[in-house]
């Protein structure tokens, strides 16, 4: 049985979405090509782990799995998610009809929790241009992802969830970000502020002195 996936490669600001074609066929083997670097050739540890701690297995089948195109390099572990979900499916272990509707990204722990990814916000944007409903990724990342208006961004603590909501049995629900709440919560309550950078009060008093006319020299 063949299955699509569809994640994403970020390079830079841009996004491009990868294909992640998932065959599964008789006999014993695992292999895994499209120039995948080491941490994605790894990821079949993990997903095994993972699904066998949420009472599913990595079948004793031969699995072929592309991540095309074939002739980009493929960096990261964020592809666990979706190349779990793919086995799961080419494997009749659960039915998700309208998968290709979405970009699956995140790294699995062997418990099947999702750890953060990078590159939230330009694959989000991407998703939207390319016309897909949604976008599921670590809840780490939700609120960088959901201020991008039209797509559907769920934030999830572990695999569960997503098979949950393809069964129809979840109640996962789209992160809803209010952009301009936003903004103005970060001018009063900014997250950085420069009197935490190391040198800062040296420059400031500089500026006191030069403010109030005084021409010593300060040694910063």
Do not use: W
């Amino acid at each position: 049985m063949l299955v699509k996936i569809y994640g994403s490669a970020v390079f830079g600001v841009e996004a491009t979405t990868i294909t992640v074609e998932v065959h599964m066929d008789k006999g014993i083997g695992y292999h895994l090509v499209g120039l995948p670097d080491n941490a994605i050739k790894e990821s079949s540890y993990r997903i095994a782990a993972a699904l066998k701690n949420n009472g599913l297995s990595l079948p004793g089948k031969k699995i072929t799995i592309n991540m095309a195109p074939a002739d980009l390099r493929k960096e990261g572990s964020a592809y666990d998610l979706p190349l779990a979900m793919g086995i799961l499916v080419a494997s009749d272990q659960i039915k998700a009809p309208e998968i290709e509707k979405y970009i699956i990204m995140g790294e699995l722990s062997l418990d099947g929790s999702l750890q953060p990814i990078r590159g939230a916000l330009p694959i989000a944007i991407k998703a939207k241009e390319e016309g897909y409903k949604g976008f599921f990724l670590p809840i780490q990342n939700v609120k960088e992802a959901a201020i991008v208006t039209g797509l559907d961004v769920y934030g999830v603590e572990k695999l569960q969830e997503v098979i949950d909501f393809f069964a129809g049995k979840g109640t996962l629900e789209p992160t809803i970000i209010d952009t301009r709440e936003e903004f103005y919560k970060m001018l009063d309550f900014p997250e950085f502020d420069f009197s935490d950078v190391r040198g800062q009060e040296s420059i400031k008093r500089c500026m006191e002195i030069a403010a109030a006319g005084g021409h010593n020299i300060i040694k910063i």
